[in-house]
């Protein structure tokens, strides 16, 4: 009998790929086939995780799409600007004939489709293949945006800044208008109808499959399930398969630092005394907030490894980097940082996070405790899981929803307040020791046995059972 051939079109954003890369590895760890649709600009991305698969049965396989260069319009490696949002409808709608004619040919049991192709839903139901949604975020984020877009509690605030409850959630979760997207700002032109019609995808394709897992949100798992009716499951925290140095070292882009001036940095370090601060793939701070966080560090006089994505002028202040290679307290990584390898160092005790899914994920399955400094996307969402829900962090204060992913207007007292507050021996240690916790639970949850592992078991099933059907 063939084996079950489960095929995923991952968007070309680092956020949603690299969970989908380690995903397509943790189905080839239980034996099934496995292809990778790309296009020739990301499919270097993947060589490490292929690389990975060679001992299974079967290797992950790769579709490359020739001749499509061009459209690898939102380039994750870029800034956000005018030009490349209002390319990215356009740019991901020409994938559809190619990623057609691969389904109509290999008729694989299921597709596993970014949110950012809802037209792979149709299209897959032609040649009888169920299509599975990947939004690359949790239960809680997808839980409260379904709640504001359906009950929109933001109309009924008088200000911008005044708070209002996420209504009909487990928890009592409050938002400002300031912490939305403003979907009418003329940045978004040609790309509301993309997340609307997604959001439709959710309710029209076979189910939704979550880089997440039960003990992390369990109200929200039921909610989304239960209330808001949708098939879905949870096989996460999937960066866990990157088990060995290698596998964290070479995780999306290859790193800008070297493994041994890394770990050799952090060894010299005493447990849970670094903090380290990243925005992901694509937020950045502007020239003036980089300044107030390097004196914010240099003020609570902490160690820390800060990632700047882009090499910058002008915002350091004068000696910083100089006065940390001297009293050895900060490491700056300028591009691109081993990120799972660092968070999984015992040095490190914080993570100051844009809150990025996987970032929070990430940082949970280290059990750091942490920073919250939410920027774009639905990162809000995520923030207020780590701090009002889990009660694993500390928001760095007030900061606005940007669509074009830019960090600013955090003063350098805010930075130092609240990294002390975190590296706290008793407020900190206090969230240290919940984050360890999840951090079992994330490890038991994908283990044999654990609540990932048998849902996934049960995907494999429901899926080589709609075959037969
Ligand atoms: N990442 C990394 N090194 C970096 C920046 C990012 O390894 O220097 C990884 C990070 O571990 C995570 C992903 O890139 O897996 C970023 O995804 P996330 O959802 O946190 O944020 P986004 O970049 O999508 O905003």
């Given at each position: ?446 283990e044999d046995g654990g609540s990932s592992y048998l849902d996934l078991n049960d995907f494999i099933e429901d899926i080589k059972a709609f075959k037969s059907k």
């Amino acid at each position: 009998m063939a084996a079950c051939h489960v095929v995923f079109f991952p968007f070309t954003a680092y956020g949603h790929l690299i969970p989908m890369a380690d995903m397509a590895v943790l189905f080839a760890s239980r034996g099934l086939q496995t292809t990778i649709i790309t296009t020739p600009f990301n499919v270097h991305r993947f060589s490490k995780s292929i690389q990975k698969t060679t001992t299974f049965p079967h290797q992950i396989a790769l579709h490359i799409i020739e001749g499509y260069e061009n459209s690898d319009q939102i380039r994750s490696d870029e800034s956000i600007s005018n030009e490349s949002i209002s390319n990215f409808r356009e740019s991901i709608s020409m994938l559809q004939e190619p990623v057609e004619q691969f389904i109509q040919e290999y008729r694989p049991n299921c597709l596993i489709a970014d949110m950012f192709y809802p037209w792979t839903t149709k299209m897959a139901a032609k040649f009888d293949v169920p299509r599975i949604v990947f939004h690359g975020s949790g239960f809680f984020p997808l839980c409260a945006s379904e709640s504001i877009r359906l009950y929109e509690p933001h109309k009924r605030v008088s200000s911008d800044s005044e708070p209002f409850i996420i209504p009909h959630l487990p928890h009592e979760i409050k938002l400002t208008r300031k912490q939305l997207p403003d979907l009418e700002a003329e940045i978004f032109k040609g790309f509301v109808e993309v997340i609307i019609e997604s959001m439709k995808a959710d309710e029209t394709s076979y189910g939704v499959i979550f880089n997440s897992f039960n003990e992390l949100e369990p109200e929200y798992v039921r909610h989304y399930r239960e209330v808001m009716k949708r098939k879905a499951w949870h096989i996460g925290p999937v960066s866990l398969c990157n088990k060995n140095t290698d596998d964290k070292l070479e995780r999306g882009k290859k790193a800008a630092i070297k493994e041994d001036e890394c770990l050799r940095w952090l060894d010299l370090k005493p447990p849970n005394s670094v903090v380290y601060l990243s925005f992901g793939t694509l937020a950045e701070a502007t020239t003036s907030q980089l300044h107030e966080i390097a004196m914010g560090l240099e003020a609570c006089n902490e160690n820390f490894i800060w990632v700047i994505k882009n090499e910058r002028e002008g915002w350091m202040p004068e000696g910083f980097e100089a006065r940390m290679k001297v009293n050895g307290k900060g490491l700056i990584i300028t591009g691109w940082a081993p990120q799972t390898l660092i968070l999984d160092h015992e040095s490190v005790g914080v993570f100051v996070t844009h809150c990025g899914w996987n970032s929070v994920l990430e940082g949970i399955s280290s059990g750091v405790a942490m920073v919250t400094w939410p920027v774009m996307a639905e990162q809000f969402y995520n923030a207020k899981l780590v701090t009002d829900i889990l009660q694993i962090g500390v928001s760095i204060g007030d900061t606005e929803w940007s669509a074009t992913a830019s960090c600013d207007g955090v003063k350098r007292e805010a930075v130092e307040k609240v990294v002390a507050k975190v590296m706290s021996a008793e407020e900190g240690e206090e969230m240290r020791k919940r984050a360890r916790v999840l951090k079992e639970k994330a490890k038991m949850a994908v283990e044999d046995g654990g609540s990932s592992y048998l849902d996934l078991n049960d995907f494999i099933e429901d899926i080589k059972a709609f075959k037969s059907k």
